[in-house]
């Protein structure tokens, strides 16, 4: 295993995983493959045992009644081949199909719906020979691997021979034994054996999980700087989206300019605040259409000035107005009473008429 990039300490994003998905590198455990297989080989081939039996007898048979002393034609050759063959595919042939079947299933439920190309894309970097004879060298990973590998063939073949210790003066005694009780025995001491080792095999698959799961995550590690990029490039240059806000806050102030000598009311803090209103007969309450603060608030009550527009100093209403309406929304109504008082004063006055 390479030495891990101490600099790479951040689990690695939903983008960098779906990346690695896309490029055909999937976290997959040929252990747990191998032991779904056999499990299900070891229950497929218990339950085709009577078609298997059957098959195998039609062929004994088959054997017994023909005579090799006589001269074979063409014709026959042909026609006991093809009853060969028919009998053979008639007794592995459900067995093999389900096997392929089960290892597509295992393989499906470990990775998910995926498909990729890249997986199987043609590379020119493996026409490389130096990169193949560096790979068969012997160096720290590959090390690994042939510990683990022989570690679970002395496992397994540790099982299979104390298996087989027990019983084998009863081995050495199946010559004497008929063909029919022989068999039955072997299938009895082979199922045994096949459950033992599927038992072993728990041990590892789990082993092999976890140790393939951490591996996968672990090559998988980003740098801080790593993330940082991505995140900046999913949700934009922090400068960038600066100058759009900032972009953005010009276009608004330019429109709440335009809408200043419109307005009906300016109400002020005096020097602070500044919030523009305007009353369009039949809407249910007056609408704040321009509002700022310090130099925004100066320019709207100079706009206002220029276009002959009141301004009323009434500082808490000015400050409460300015913190709850957005421009372009109609006052809360628990303004409409301060509000309507200044407009009755206004239209009393003179200084506008809303009707």
């Known amino acids: 295993m390479a030495n891990k990039d101490p600099s790479r300490t951040e689990h690695a994003t939903g983008k960098k995983l779906n990346e ?31 078609t298997i039996s059957s098959a195998f007898s039609e062929f004994f ?92 063939v002395l496992l397994v073949g540790g099982f299979v021979y104390y298996s087989i210790k027990g019983d084998f003066d009863d081995y050495l005694k199946l010559p004497l034994i008929p063909v029919l009780p022989a068999g039955i025995w072997m299938g009895k001491r082979c199922f045994a054996m096949i459950l033992k080792i599927l038992i072993v095999f728990v041990v590892i698959v789990v082993i092999d999980y976890i140790v393939k799961r951490k591996k996968y995550f672990d090559d998988l590690m980003m740098t801080k700087q790593e993330v940082k990029d991505e995140r900046k490039n999913q949700d934009g240059d922090p400068r960038i989206k600066a100058k759009i806000r900032s972009k953005m806050r010009q276009l608004l102030r330019a429109s709440m300019m335009k809408a200043v000598p419109r307005a009906d009311v300016i109400i002020t803090n005096p020097t602070h605040v500044a919030v523009a209103l305007k009353y369009e007969f039949g809407t249910y309450a007056p609408k704040v259409v321009a509002k700022g603060l310090r130099k925004t608030a100066e320019r709207i009550k100079f706009l206002a000035k220029a276009n002959g527009i009141p301004v009323i100093e009434a500082p808490p209403l000015a400050r409460s107005l300015y913190r709850n309406t957005p421009v372009g929304g109609f006052i809360p109504p628990e303004f409409f009473g301060a509000v309507a008082a200044i407009l009755a004063k206004l239209q009393k006055t003179g200084s506008k008429k809303f009707i």
């Not at 590198?25 to 218990?46: A, H, P, Q, Y």
């Not at 998910?112 to 068969?136: D, E, Q, V």
């Open 20 to 50: 690695a998905r896309q490029d055909g590198n999937v976290m997959t455990s040929r252990d747990l493959s191998s032991f779904v297989i056999l499990l299900g080989g070891t229950i497929m081939l218990f339950l085709s045992v009577p």
């Open 61 to 152: 048979l088959a054997i017994t009644e023909t005579d090799c002393r006589a001269t074979w034609k063409e014709e026959e050759v042909i026609n006991w081949l093809f009853k060969f063959g028919w009998l053979l595919t008639k007794s592995a042939g459900p067995f093999c199909l389900a096997i392929s079947l089960l290892a597509l299933l295992v393989m499906r439920a470990q990775v998910g719906k995926y498909f990729s190309t890249k997986a199987i894309k043609w590379k020119f970097s493996g026409l490389n020979p130096k990169s193949g004879i560096m790979s068969l060298l012997p160096n720290k990973q590959n090390a690994i691997k042939l510990g683990i590998t022989a570690s679970k």
